[in-house]
């Protein structure tokens, strides 16, 4: 059977997945979730994801959520095609990998999505941004930058010289705050720059990026 994704096509982090998929080669079916009229929240939806939040992933049977959980578990079950090493085995090689993906948990997620709950979901619920806090988030992230691009001025990726799921974790909510919302973090930072172009000019990303 094929890999099922449910959620819905433009949400972030189901592109995410349907952008692994495509990494590995892994062929995968939509399974539209009606977000905006709350099909998320319903009983049929959270027997499988509790939460109530897309996507989740039906393969062949083995339901999984999280979407980062998701992507570790494609790249390793299909590790013999694709894209290799997204998720590296060897021991050392696996620990910065760890180290890698913790910093983009860290220090660019929370300020990425922030920005993104501020500017763009609040509007959507009718509210106004707190400015304040937008202006705090967009200094932070602007400061764990700062920090990516001494990382990225010594190595290519952030878990060495080749990419990984670390490296792709940013797609979604970084097309957001750096494209889609402009907010001018690259320009002064030439090695966080390279890598953004590099990692935004994937045949996977760009067939996904609008919609998965």
């Not at 080669?25 to 009606?34: A, Q």
């Not at 090689?93 to 983009?104: H, L, P, R, T, Y």
């Not at 619920?125 to 202006?135: D, F, M, Q």
């Not at 935004?200 to 919609?211: D, E, G, I, N, Q």
Request: contains cysteine; aromatic residues 10%.
């Amino acid at each position: 059977m094929v890999l099922k994704i449910h959620g819905h096509a433009i949400a972030p982090l189901v592109r995410l997945v349907a952008e692994v998929c495509r990494e590995k080669e892994v062929p995968y079916e939509l399974v539209n979730v009606e977000v905006y009229k709350g099909e998320h929240k319903t009983p049929a939806f959270q027997e499988f994801q509790p939460f109530g939040q897309v996507p989740y992933i039906d393969d062949d049977g083995f339901v999984l959520y999280e979407s980062r959980a998701i992507c570790r578990y494609i790249a390793k079950k299909y590790a013999s095609q694709g894209t290799p090493n997204l998720v590296p085995h060897e021991p050392k090689a696996e620990a910065i990998f760890e180290q890698a993906v913790s910093i983009e948990t860290s220090n660019f997620h929370p300020f990425a999505l922030g920005i993104t709950v501020e500017k763009i979901i609040k509007k959507h619920r009718g509210l106004e941004p707190n400015e304040a806090r937008l202006s705090d988030l967009v200094n932070n992230l602007k400061a764990k930058l700062d920090v990516y691009e001494v990382i990225l001025g010594k190595q290519a990726y952030l878990a060495g010289s080749n990419i990984t799921l670390a490296d792709l974790f940013h797609l979604p909510y970084g097309t957001i705050v750096f494209e889609e919302l402009g907010y001018d973090m690259l320009e002064d930072r030439p090695n966080v720059a390279r890598w953004w172009k590099d990692i935004t000019a994937r045949p996977s990303w760009l067939a996904v990026k609008a919609k998965a």
